[in-house]
C-alpha cells in the first residue's frame, strides 16, 4: 500500500457528514467514497509506521473497521465517526504501543500500556512499591511531559489487593493502565507537517517506553526473565 503523507480535508469532510447520517442507508449509498478515504488514511497509518520503525521495532499495525459493535451497547448507531489505528511493540521484548484517533473535533494520540495482563500490572506495581523514584523521574521529564502532559489511566480506589493503602506511591500503584494522551486540533491533523509531528511526539515517549520494557523483562531483582 503506498504510503500517504498527511491527513485531508476531504476525510474529515466525511466524518462530519456520517455523524449526521449514521445509518446504514446513507453509507451504504456513499460506501464507494468512504473506501477511497479508509484507503488513504490507512496508507497514512502506514506511513505513521514507518516513521516509527525508524527508532522502534513495530510487530503490527492495526486500523479498525468503521463498523460498530452494537450488541450490548445502548448506541445503536452502526458506524463510528472516527478513524482509530494501533501500532504494537515487538513482543515479549519490549511490550506497549500507540495509538492514533482521528475525528473532527475528537483527534488524539495516545500510548503506553492501556489493558496489561494481570501478570504485567502486579509486576509493574511491585516495582513501585520497591522503588518509584525512576519511575518519577523519567515521566517527569521535561521533554516528555510538555507533550504528553501527566500519566493517565484507570485506578482502583484505594489499594490493591496486597498493596499498603498508605504506601508513599500509592498514587501510582493504583493504577490499572499506564498511559499517555495528547489531544490534537483540526488544524494539526490537516496540516502538512502532522506527519513529523506524530512522530516527533511518539519520539518523545521512548525513556519511559525503555523504562517499562526494563521493568517488563525483567524480576524485582534485575534479572532477565525472557
Same mark, same amino acid.
Given at each position: 500500500?503506498?504510503?500517504?503523507?498527511?491527513?485531508? $480535508?476531504?476525510?474529515?469532510? /466525511? @466524518?462530519?457528514?456520517?455523524?449526521?447520517?449514521? %445509518? !446504514? +442507508?446513507?453509507?451504504?449509498?456513499?460506501? &464507494?467514497?468512504?473506501?477511497?478515504?479508509?484507503?488513504?488514511?490507512?496508507?497514512?497509518?502506514?506511513?505513521?509506521?514507518?516513521?516509527?520503525?525508524?527508532?522502534?521495532?513495530?510487530?503490527?499495525?492495526?486500523?479498525?473497521?468503521?463498523?460498530?459493535?452494537?450488541?450490548?451497547?445502548?448506541?445503536?448507531?452502526?458506524?463510528?465517526?472516527?478513524?482509530?489505528?494501533?501500532?504494537?511493540?515487538?513482543?515479549?521484548?519490549?511490550?506497549?504501543?500507540?495509538?492514533?484517533?482521528? $475525528?473532527?473535533?475528537?483527534? /488524539? @494520540?495516545?500510548?503506553?500500556?492501556?489493558?496489561? %495482563? !494481570? +501478570?504485567?500490572?502486579?509486576?509493574?506495581? &511491585?516495582?513501585?512499591?520497591?522503588?518509584?523514584?525512576?519511575?518519577?523521574?523519567?515521566?517527569?521529564?521535561?521533554?516528555?511531559?510538555?507533550?504528553?502532559?501527566?500519566?493517565?489511566?484507570?485506578?482502583?480506589?484505594?489499594?490493591?489487593?496486597?498493596?499498603?493503602?498508605?504506601?508513599?506511591?500509592?498514587?501510582?500503584?493504583?493504577?490499572?493502565?499506564?498511559?499517555?494522551?495528547?489531544?490534537?486540533?483540526?488544524?494539526?491533523?490537516?496540516?502538512?507537517?502532522?506527519?513529523?509531528?506524530?512522530?516527533?511526539?511518539?519520539?518523545?515517549?521512548?525513556?519511559?517506553?525503555?523504562?517499562?520494557?526494563?521493568?517488563?523483562?525483567?524480576?524485582?531483582?534485575?534479572?532477565?526473565?525472557?
Amino acid at each position: 500500500m503506498a504510503v500517504q503523507t498527511t491527513i485531508s $480535508k476531504e476525510a474529515f469532510d /466525511f @466524518l462530519r457528514q456520517l455523524e449526521k447520517n449514521n %445509518n !446504514k +442507508e446513507w453509507f451504504e449509498a456513499n460506501k &464507494k467514497t468512504f473506501k477511497k478515504h479508509e484507503t488513504a488514511v490507512k496508507g497514512f497509518y502506514e506511513a505513521v509506521k514507518d516513521k516509527l520503525n525508524h527508532h522502534d521495532e513495530i510487530e503490527k499495525m492495526k486500523m479498525f473497521r468503521i463498523y460498530r459493535d452494537v450488541r450490548f451497547s445502548k448506541d445503536k448507531t452502526p458506524y463510528k465517526t472516527h478513524f482509530g489505528g494501533s501500532f504494537s511493540r515487538l513482543g515479549s521484548h519490549l511490550r506497549g504501543g500507540y495509538y492514533l484517533h482521528l $475525528k473532527p473535533g475528537g483527534s /488524539f @494520540l495516545a500510548t503506553g500500556f492501556w489493558d496489561p %495482563n !494481570k +501478570e504485567d500490572l502486579f509486576r509493574i506495581r &511491585k516495582e513501585l512499591e520497591m522503588d518509584a523514584s525512576e519511575f518519577r523521574k523519567v515521566i517527569g521529564q521535561k521533554s516528555l511531559k510538555s507533550i504528553w502532559g501527566e500519566l493517565k489511566g484507570d485506578t482502583v480506589k484505594t489499594a490493591p489487593k496486597g498493596f499498603d493503602k498508605n504506601h508513599p506511591d500509592i498514587d501510582l500503584i493504583k493504577y490499572q493502565q499506564f498511559i499517555f494522551t495528547r489531544d490534537l486540533t483540526d488544524a494539526e491533523v490537516l496540516s502538512d507537517s502532522f506527519l513529523d509531528e506524530v512522530d516527533k511526539s511518539y519520539r518523545a515517549i521512548r525513556p519511559y517506553f525503555n523504562l517499562m520494557s526494563d521493568i517488563l523483562t525483567t524480576n524485582l531483582n534485575g534479572e532477565s526473565i525472557l
